[in-house]
Each structure stands twice: as C-alpha cells, then as structure tokens.
C-alpha cells in the first residue's frame, strides 16, 4: 500500500518567517502534486512536479521533487497570513488516475 | 468555464435517514473521485470511476454507502441509513485521463457538509 506522510502535521508561525514541510514516502511516484485548501473550499493544485530532483518556485513557495521520487519538500519565504490553509501532497502511480494523499499539514500565518 | 458542482452544501439529517450527495464533474473529464475529510482521518478516497465504470471502491466504508454514475455529467453517492460517524465533508473531484499526457490534476468541488444527528 503506498503511503504519504507529511510533516508537521501543524504549523503556527509569524508573519515574516520561513516554513518547509516535508511528504515522504517509501514508494515510488510517477510525479507528485502540492494542494492547498482553505476552509469551506476543495484543495487546489499548486503545483506538479514530474523529474527527479525537479525544483519548481511560485512566487514565494518552492516545491522540490526528490531524486528517487519518493519524497518532496514545500518551502515558503517570508510567510503572509495569506498563505494560511492546509497543505496536501498527493502522489500519482503510473497511469492509475488515482492520487495517494497524504495527511495535510494546517499552516497558520499570524501578523 | 464552470468547474465542479456538488449539491447540497451542507445537509443536516437524523440518524437511519438515507442521504443522497449529488456531482457535476467538468465536461470532458474522464475520471470522478469521491472522498471524504474529516480531523481525524484526512482526506480518504471512497470510489472512483472511468468513464461512468466504477473502478475502484476499495475506500468505500461499509455497504451503507454507494455511489453511480449514470452518465458522464452525473455521479450520486448515497449513504442508507446514515449514522452520526458519517459526519463529515464530502468531495466530489474530477480530472482527465493521464494516459492522455495530463498529470492526474483533480479538480475538486466545493464539498458537502453533512452532519448526522
């Protein structure tokens, strides 16, 4: 069974700092997805990342797909309030349609 | 272009009443997921399906819940009879076919808020 955990489960940090949260897995992943979800509303994609060792930055977030593909990391620069809401990864297999999500970690940016 | 559609937004029912959860995927999408969130337990896949065949219904929690998709604009997933652990949100998500060369990006609907009484 694949399994996607992420850490910190939650967050809480001040407005200004920097944050990485981590989705680690045993398994391998054709590529993986970052959402972000706000409350009363469906995840949203982030971004996806494909390549082994693929680094891909929106704005003030970088994402980093692992060599092996099994692992990725979601950094965030100088943390607004704005970027408050909870954080999923989701692997996908080989053609399955299917997404492994993991866990989700709850981020909050206090001003 | 309008994404996916679920109804209701939120619905408050009594113990041993059937509910029914209703999802309009995106035009041209081949694949419908169904999940359920909750504190405890995150985001957990119930079903999916294939162009209207249901692939996958692993996640499904007991055979109080069912799901169908008569029709490739229409999915339902119905809960009967309902109990009080059944609270929770209810996601309804679509996306393309990754054999298509897309990256299994699933849309998600605004969810279902069902609370069982």
């Known amino acids: 069974t694949q399994l996607l955990e992420q850490s910190p489960q939650f967050l809480s940090i001040q407005e200004g700092e920097n944050l990485t949260v981590y989705c680690n897995s045993s398994?391998?992943?054709?590529?993986l997805q970052w959402y972000r979800q706000e409350p009363g509303e469906g995840p949203v994609l982030l971004v996806t990342?494909?390549?082994?060792?693929e680094v891909k930055k929106l704005k003030r977030l970088t994402f980093q797909f692992g060599d092996a593909r099994k692992d990725s990391s979601l950094h965030i620069t100088a943390a607004q309030p704005g970027d408050t809401g909870l954080y999923l990864c989701?692997?996908?297999?080989?053609?399955?349609?299917?997404?492994?999500f993991g866990q989700g970690t709850t981020l909050q940016v206090k001003p | 272009d309008a994404g996916v559609i679920q109804s209701p937004r939120h619905e408050v029912t009594e113990m041993g009443q059937e509910v029914t959860l209703r999802c309009k995927p995106i035009?041209?999408?081949?694949?419908l997921f169904w999940y359920r969130q909750t504190m405890m337990r995150g985001l957990e896949l119930l079903i999916y399906?294939?162009?209207?065949?249901?692939?996958?219904d692993s996640g499904m929690p007991e055979d109080r819940f069912s799901a169908k998709m008569p029709n490739a604009s229409f999915s339902t997933l119905k809960i009967q009879p309902s109990e009080p652990r059944d609270s929770a949100v209810y996601f309804c998500?679509?996306?393309?076919?990754?054999?298509?060369?897309?990256?299994?990006?699933?849309?998600f609907g605004p969810g279902t808020r069902l609370t069982v009484l």
């Open positions: 398994s391998v992943f054709s590529s």
């Open positions: 399906f294939n162009n209207n065949v249901p692939i996958d």
């Open positions: 990342v494909v390549t082994g060792g």
């Open positions: 998500a679509s996306s393309l076919d990754p054999g298509q060369g897309s990256t299994d990006t699933q849309y």
């Open positions: 035009s041209g999408h081949d694949y």
């Open positions: 989701a692997g996908a297999g080989s053609n399955t349609g299917k997404l492994i």
